[in-house]
């Protein structure tokens, strides 16, 4: 293993999403943590609630596996 976690979840984008990648491959946008899980199932990989903090598994890019943009902007 080269030391960089299967999966990559990248920093909200403007509408909320999250690009998520696994094993350098473009795998969906997810909006919550359950299409995080979602997507991990899909690839028969762990989805146990302590998956999702687990750093040799997932690298969470721009805030952790809890911090989710709904799109709203803060600038005024």
Known sequence: MDGQPPVVVQPPASDGG???TIHG???GVAYSLFDVLDLLHKEGLPTTD???DDTELIEWQGGGPYD???GASDEG
């Open 18 to 20: 999250r690009l998520v």
């Open 25 to 27: 491959e473009r795998m």
């Open 50 to 52: 302590t998956a999702v």
């Open 68 to 70: 989710w943009n709904d």
